[in-house]
């Protein structure tokens, strides 16, 4: 039952991954644009919860109605202004500006909220749980997995039944033909950046919940973010929650073999897939 235990609980974590995942997925199934400052938008986003629960009162989970928003136009103002000038064939000068995007958040949030452990306050919710056969689920985890798959299906959804997707489909294909029918790549860039951010908005609130967090963690978040992109295929959303529940169960299993390999036993079960299949397990074949 231990070991079960361990497991379901991986499974639950695997849901935060996903959600960390699913905006770099995003963004990169749209424009093949890796953002290197993709954990420390996650770690901007915790904090701006801080801040509108600090101003407000609000419960954490309600400050998404700001966050998630606010997210959302910093997407887009940073896609048209910045980033849309980065794209084109080389890959080298998008991970350049947004690496010193990455150093620019992260200095910038040192000096606005110091670097002390903050955490979101949300009450009975961070200790309430159910009992499944035998199992004691945290409410949290099971919230946080459940968000993870509704996300990700609307993302699906959004993708193949409107005509939002169709237009990321369409200059994911080819940008230059897209162009050419009446479309405008560098808003469609601007709304997928912008969508991509409202996902890490509510990915940001949960990790503020979930544990405690500062300016220096968005590393650790990008990395588990890639593995999880990779582990499930470049591109395919259900493969990014997949990938994300398989290094969340690697982490607890080799937690439960010993404390110490809890995130050495995540990068081993990444690499060995890596090396099995090194496009992932479910890589996106294009149409």
């Known amino acids: 039952m231990e070991w079960l235990n361990a497991i379901v609980q991986g499974a639950l974590l695997g849901g935060l991954y996903a959600l960390f995942a699913a905006g770099l997925s995003l963004i990169f199934g749209v424009m093949r644009l890796v953002n290197i400052a993709h954990g420390d938008l996650i770690v901007l986003a915790a904090y701006l919860g801080l801040t509108v629960t600090a101003a407000t009162g609000l419960h954490p ?111 994911s294909d080819n940008q230059d033909i897209a162009q050419l029918m009446g479309l405008n790549r560098r808003h469609v860039f601007g709304l997928a950046m912008a969508l991509a951010l409202v996902v890490t908005g509510i990915a940001g609130i949960l990790l503020g919940i979930r544990t405690s967090f500062d300016p220096s963690i968005g590393g650790g978040r990008l990395i588990f973010a890639f593995e999880a992109v990779i582990i499930g295929g470049l591109g395919n959303l259900w493969g990014t929650l997949a990938g994300g529940v398989i290094l969340g169960v690697a982490q607890t299993v080799g937690a439960k073999i010993d404390p110490g390999w809890q995130l050495l036993a995540g990068h081993l079960a990444f690499l060995f897939i890596l090396a099995v299949r090194p496009n992932g397990l479910f890589p996106r074949i294009a149409a």
């Open 61 to 171: 989970l309600l400050a998404l109605v700001v966050v998630v928003p606010a997210m959302g136009a910093i997407g887009y103002a940073l896609q048209r202004g910045l980033l849309n000038q980065t794209l084109g064939d080389d890959l080298l000068p998008p991970l350049l500006v947004t690496f010193g995007l990455s150093v620019i958040i992260q200095n910038g949030l040192l000096e606005v909220y110091s670097a002390d452990p903050q955490k979101l306050d949300a009450g009975a919710l961070e200790t309430a749980s159910l009992s499944v056969g035998g199992l004691s689920l945290g409410i949290l985890p099971v919230l946080t997995f459940a968000v993870a798959v509704a996300v990700i299906w609307a993302l699906q959804w959004t993708f193949y039944h409107t005509s939002l997707g169709r237009a990321f489909r369409a200059v």
